[in-house]
Every structure is written in C-alpha cells, then in structure tokens.
C-alpha cells in the first residue's frame, strides 16, 4: 500500500511539474495553419530557398515526417481530427468519415449527432477560456465546423466567466489565398487579446487533383506551392511589422494529408506520399531549425518515412491530429476532453540540456 500511495503521488506531481523541455512561455495567438495536400518533399531540397515564407516555418522545431491519420488520408476527416485532437477512427475517435459539404444539422450534420455524444475540440477550451476563436478556410465543406460549433451545437461553458455556447466568433470561408491571409492578418489585428485561428489554405490541393502532385521544378503543383509561400511570407512580414503582435504569435503549420496516390488524389492511406506530411511549429521569431522527432524519441515513434504505422502504435508517430492540444499547450491551455492526441501536451519544443548541465537525480 505504501508503496502503491508514494507512485500515486509521484504520478501527481510529475503531472503538476512543467514538462521538461516545455516552450519557455506562453502565447497570446495562436494559427493553426494547414496547407492542404502539401506534400514535405515540396518545401525541402534545393529549391526551398525560393520558399522564404516556408522556410522562416521550418526555423523551429519542425519534422517533415508526421503523419496524418492511419486510416484515411482525405480533407474533412483530417481536419476534424487537428480540431479534437482525436483519430477517425475507433472507439476513441470522432467518426467523421466524409469529405463533402456537411448535410443540414437537421439531417445529422454535426460532429456530435454523427458520433452520439458531444465532440469537443480545441475551440471549446480556448473559447471557455477567454480566448476569440476563427475559422478561415477555403473550402465550403468546412461549415462542419461551425455548424458543429454554434449557439445551438456547441456546449454550454462551465469553466470560469460563461463565454457561451458558440465556440467559434469568426467563420469565414475565403475563395482566395491572399484573402484567407488577409483575413487571419485582420484577426490578430483585431484587437483581441488572445485568439486561436484555424487557418486551411486548398490552393495546394486544387492543383495536385488538376495537374498532379508534380515535383518536378516549375512544375504547376510546385508552382502552387510558390504561390502559398508568397502569401505566407507577406503574413510573417505583416506580423513583423506588428510591434503589439511580436513574438506574441505562434504558428502550428502542418498538412491534412499529401498526395499522388493516385496519380491526381491522395485517397490510398498506406501510401507514403499521401500519409507523411509536414509539421513545423514557429515560436513567435525564427530561431534555430530543431528536429522535431528526433527531440521527442523518447515519447513518439521514430520509424522509417515509408513505413506505415496503425493507429495501435504505442507510442504513436508524430500526427497532426496533435495539433489542437498542442495550440493549447502553446497558450498555456489544458487538452481537449477526449482527445487523445497529445493528450498529455508532452510534445517537446526545446532540446534537453546537454548532459553535463543535467541535474543528477537518484533513480526512483
Ligand atoms: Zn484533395
């Protein structure tokens, strides 16, 4: 009994310790960006120089081998599980498996009617929390969320100061690349004092399904890539630009899954290309370029970038779908209630000290 009591109390305060190599503050915004079907090989090699926007990403800790979900490799479902930090699917997972404009609610069209119990996702944490919240997509189909997300669907706050029930202020669903950054550089312009933003971008992912995801240089996919990283740039720029907003933003990049398998689609999930995708996190400023799994092999996998891994995998690969515990993680928020993606916020940011200015600690 005794010793059973002490490895409670040990587990507690390992849980209540800031986690080792936690960011070394909090941020006030947060921009989940997804650059929908870019595949990693497009922003690294020789030609990543002309990608400064995409570069300034990758000066942070980053991997250009995450993973999407195991089982599916399509757009809504992808998103859905950046959102809730869940997978598709299993018992855990949120279950939205289509890719189309969400039907009417009155015909089933939320998260939670789908999955016959509320879902909730980052939005729920941070809009209890005081924090404004956006979607900014370039797709229709995203309505899911805010259908799933508004006065009517969304659940009551019982946490602090009620805030309400509609998780998600701003919809918009922009046509344009250069609008969708538009409006993200208005929002964290607006005023508000923190505010967490999805940010979808589909230019990316239109071409690969019109022309094929082509890596060859100048191809039109690569060009399209180009064309992202201009806009991502004058946004970088625009903040820099800010002084109210400096080192103030961070950004959670990453992809809803790559593609060209097949040829123009991305639908086989146990193909490489479509199922390793990019995550960078920037930190407010460029700083050093840290690998990202390399920094985690101790809580993630390490596999080889071809090799498919099942959602059973313990530990997982690094997925996007820890994307939304990590948002919170970055504004010193708790995780998403029944997520299980990053669940623990242990994703780490910062290496570990070198050995030699480790602490020595008795082994328990
Ligand atoms: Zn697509």
Redesign the pocket.
């Known amino acids: 009994m005794m010793i059973a009591a002490a490895l409670v109390i040990a587990s507690i305060a390992a849980a209540q310790a800031p986690a080792a190599g936690a960011p070394p503050r909090v941020f006030d915004h947060v921009v989940v960006l997804s650059v ?2 870019l595949r990693p090989d497009a922003i690294d090699g020789p030609e990543d120089g002309a990608l400064p926007g995409f570069r300034r990403l990758l000066r942070g800790p980053h991997t250009l081998q995450a993973r999407t979900d195991p089982d599916i490799t ?2 809504l479902p992808n998103h859905v599980s950046m959102l809730t930090s869940r997978p598709v699917g299993g018992p855990g997972g949120h279950g939205w498996t289509e ?1 189309g404009d969400p039907p009417a609610v009155r015909h089933g069209g939320t998260l939670h009617l789908r999955k016959g119990a509320y879902v909730a996702a980052m939005f729920d944490v941070a809009h209890d929390h005081g924090v404004t919240t956006a979607v900014i997509a370039t797709k229709s189909k995203f309505w899911l969320i805010a259908q799933s997300y508004d006065g009517s669907a969304g659940a009551p706050d019982t946490t602090g100061p009620d805030d309400g029930r509609a998780k998600v202020d701003l919809f918009a669903c922009a046509r344009a690349t250069n609008d969708a950054f538009r409006l993200a550089t208005a929002q964290l312009r607006s005023g508000a004092p923190r505010t967490l933003t999805l940010l979808h971008i ?1 230019e990316t ?2 071409t ?2 019109a022309h094929a995801w082509d890596m060859a240089a100048g191809s039109r996919y690569r060009t399209a890539v180009a064309n992202v990283d201009a806009a991502l740039d004058g946004f970088l720029q625009a903040l820099d630009a800010e002084p109210s907003l400096k080192g103030r933003v961070a950004i959670v990049m990453t992809a ?2 790559g ?1 060209g398998a097949p040829p123009l ?2 639908t086989e999930p146990r193909a490489a290309v479509n199922f390793l995708i990019p995550f960078a996190v920037w930190l407010g400023q460029d700083g050093a370029p840290e690998e990202l799994v390399a920094m985690n092999a101790d809580r993630r996998a390490v596999v080889p970038a071809g090799e498919h891994v099942p959602l059973e995998a313990v530990p997982p690969p690094i997925r996007s779908a820890e994307a939304g515990n990590l948002a919170l993680q970055l504004m010193g928020l708790p995780a998403i209630p029944g997520s299980s993606a990053n669940a623990s916020q242990d994703l780490r940011l910062v290496p570990l000290p070198a050995p030699a200015a480790a602490t020595s600690a008795p082994a328990p």
């Open positions: 929908d079907g399509i757009t890719n589909a992912d239109s690969g399904h809803d899954h593609g689609s991305h």
